[in-house]
């Protein structure tokens, strides 16, 4: 099993929430007096429940990359077809005639009719105040 910088890196990245959430557990815990019933006394009892289930929720990716790598299964065989340097060249296009058919083929575009000038309409008075009829 190879391991690259990249692997271990994630790996490492993956623990990290795991441990601050973890962190936080241990102490909101300690604070408690280290049992449940203190937790729950002093109302930390959810706020501890919480972070157990978002620290199990970030467990999950770690847990599958470790038994992934155990069990062999992370070696994923890469599909066989290699990239050629040289693409092959491409036989019977010809591009100017392709866009030569294109625009003949296409639709006119509808002409939009452009409004004459017209007088301004006159506005109608307004403002603040009684109005006079």
């Known amino acids: 099993m190879k391991l690259s ?3 271990v890196a994630g790996g490492v990245g993956a623990l990290i929430p795991i441990a601050y959430i973890g962190y936080f557990l241990w102490h909101f815990i300690g604070v408690g007096g280290n049992s449940m019933e203190g937790v729950a006394a002093i109302g930390l009892g959810p706020t501890v429940l919480g972070l157990s289930v978002v620290g199990l929720l970030f467990l999950i990716g770690p847990l599958v990359k470790l038994l992934r790598g155990l069990s062999g299964v992370a070696d994923v065989a890469r599909a066989g077809k290699r990239i050629a340097d040289e693409l092959p060249a491409t036989e019977g296009f010809d591009a100017d005639a392709a866009f ?3 625009m003949r083929n296409r639709a006119e575009p509808a002409e939009v ?3 004459g000038i017209d ?3 006159a506005r109608p008075p307004g403002g603040f105040g ?3 009829v």
């Open 113 to 115: 009719p452009v409004p």
């Open 5 to 7: 910088m990249r692997a």
């Open 130 to 132: 009684r109005k006079i």
């Open 100 to 102: 030569a058919n294109y």
């Open 119 to 121: 007088p301004p309409i």
